[in-house]
């Protein structure tokens, strides 16, 4: 539960000096573009910062589909039972002949896009005034919250670049999307893939990690190398002395995790106010029996469970298998064991063990699979969870800066020392990998990876944190090639990027749906 807001974009700017966002958190849709009232004061243009955070929250985006959901499962992380989403797993949302799939998966889709530009309209709705109202603000607040602003609104057109762009190789002359600035309910005119990127980077020229970010994927998306750049970023970041590795893996994740150090951006949540499901995290995934493990005051669905081959990656002894996922004989709170109910037939009255094999992926047994468990559950929590949703850690800026040490031909030794500094937590006894270790080419997913042991440990260090699927598609699209658990490789690159949705095509005669979906 978030008692102050990390200000996660803003370089230099970590912690907001904003108090009491607890109220903030009671911002009602309605009011978010109602500028003649909001903006009105210092408390407003924080209220509307925090309104679009609490939306971005929304199970429609970085609540649920957008992270721990739909990317995480299309990147092989886990399976699902019981739910249509198992369309997601199969890739047939994007199979004409399956009516029902495209159908199913295109109303997410569109969600994604819309919700996305509902928000930058919140943000736009707030610069657009901002400036003009500079005597409501004390000290440099008014700094901060527009520095903000400008970085969340780089950050959703990022996505929406990543999910609905083509390749910057074939396609940095097509119109892609539209970049909005203003609120307006005109058509916005679309933007090459070039000019997108050049407005990103204009709204992130204080942005530092999400930068970092960009420069680190810059040559799978836009076709240009830019690690040097990353690498430098990385470096200032780990200079600047505000963050910190947490010496328990688990601690971001913990249900009072506004205080950890390691977290550099998260959406701020609350079990009462924001109403954020982290439906994953919970719902989703664990057996209803798991109600008496914590004292639920929700049901519970089961269904969701890890990919085995995903599971196999573990090296024996790292500490991050069982503190991401559930697994083995699961108890009451009060010690007793949970047997399962017979949601599958013939699994009545055995007790509730998690395996790690899954036999099939429509109608597995009731406990097959490992359960996801990355965030601390509190005892008695009804369907919302207080965690804070992690969106960017200090870890990955670690592993930013190795990966840019190998792919620039460094010194591999050095990028060893930092990808250990990450692992030493994982392990009791001394488990480091060398640079010769690094600079393997390795098999991920049944095919060879170069810098595969580092894809590897991406996977383990950040499964279930929303980034999979960008990393495969970095490493040698692994994404399209690879094989896992009941998942054949496509070797379709156009599977990379969503289809654009129909209803924003016939909205706008200048938008052209990408290739593969036409």
């Not at 607040?141 to 074939?170: M, V």
């Amino acid at each position: 539960m978030m008692k102050r807001i990390k200000i996660l974009l803003v370089a230099g700017i970590l912690f907001s000096l904003l108090t009491g966002c607890e109220d903030w958190l009671d911002v009602n849709a309605s009011s978010q573009l109602d500028r003649n009232d909001l903006f009105k004061s210092e408390n407003g243009y924080g209220e509307a910062l925090t309104g679009v955070y609490a939306k971005m929250c929304d199970k429609s985006l970085y609540g649920r589909e957008l992270t721990f959901d739909i990317v995480d499962m299309l990147a092989g992380y886990y399976n699902i039972q019981m739910y249509n989403h198992i369309n997601w797993y199969e890739y047939s949302y994007a199979d004409p002949t399956n009516s029902f799939a495209v159908s199913y998966c295109a109303g997410y889709i569109e969600n994604f896009w819309n919700n996305i530009y509902a928000q930058i309209a919140n943000i736009n709705s707030l610069l657009e005034t901002i400036d003009g109202n500079k005597g409501v603000f004390s000290d440099d607040n008014y700094n901060l919250i527009k520095g903000e602003a400008l970085g969340l609104r780089a950050y959703l057109h990022f996505d929406l670049l990543r999910l609905f762009a083509e390749a910057y190789s074939t396609g940095k002359d097509k119109e892609a999307i539209p970049y909005v600035t203003k609120l307006t309910s005109s058509v916005t005119p679309l933007f090459t893939q070039e000019d997108a990127i050049t407005m990103i980077l204009e709204d992130l020229k204080n942005a530092k990690m999400l930068l970092a970010r960009l420069y680190l994927n810059a040559e799978s998306w836009i076709g240009k190398n830019m690690y040097t750049e990353c690498m430098a970023l990385c470096t200032e970041i780990m200079n600047s002395n505000k963050y910190a590795l947490e010496n328990d893996y688990s601690a971001p994740f913990y249900a009072q995790n506004e205080g950890s150090q390691e977290i550099i951006f998260a959406y701020p949540a609350d079990e009462v106010k924001t109403g954020s499901t982290i439906y994953m995290a919970l719902q989703k995934t664990l057996h209803p029996s798991n109600v008496k493990t914590f004292n639920l005051q929700t049901w519970l669905d089961n269904g969701v469970c890890a990919v085995p081959t995903f599971i196999d990656t573990y090296e024996e002894g790292d500490k991050r298998l069982p503190k991401t996922w559930r697994m083995g004989q699961q108890y009451g709170s009060d010690g007793s064991i949970l047997y399962c109910t017979g949601l599958v037939p013939g699994w009545e009255g055995k007790p509730l063990i998690y395996t790690k094999e899954v036999s099939n992926l429509e109608n597995g047994g009731e406990a097959e699979g490992y359960r996801c468990g990355k965030y601390e559950i509190k005892m008695g929590t009804s369907r919302a969870l207080d965690n804070d949703w992690v969106a960017m850690r200090y870890a990955e800026v670690y592993l930013m800066k190795a990966e840019c040490i190998l792919r620039t031909n460094g010194n591999a030794e050095e990028a060893a020392q930092l990808v250990n500094e990450v692992r030493k937590r994982a392990f009791d006894g001394d488990n480091k990998l060398s640079g010769a270790d690094l600079l393997k080419t390795t098999n991920v997913n049944g095919v060879p990876v170069r810098f595969g042991i580092l894809l590897d440990e991406w996977g383990r260090e950040f499964a279930l944190e929303g980034l999979r699927r960008s990393q495969l598609i970095r490493f040698d699209n692994n994404y399209t090639k690879g094989e896992w658990t009941f998942h054949e490789p496509s070797k379709e690159t156009y599977l990379n990027l969503f289809p654009i949705p129909l209803s924003e095509i016939q909205a706008n005669n200048k938008l052209e749906q990408n290739e593969g979906y036409k």
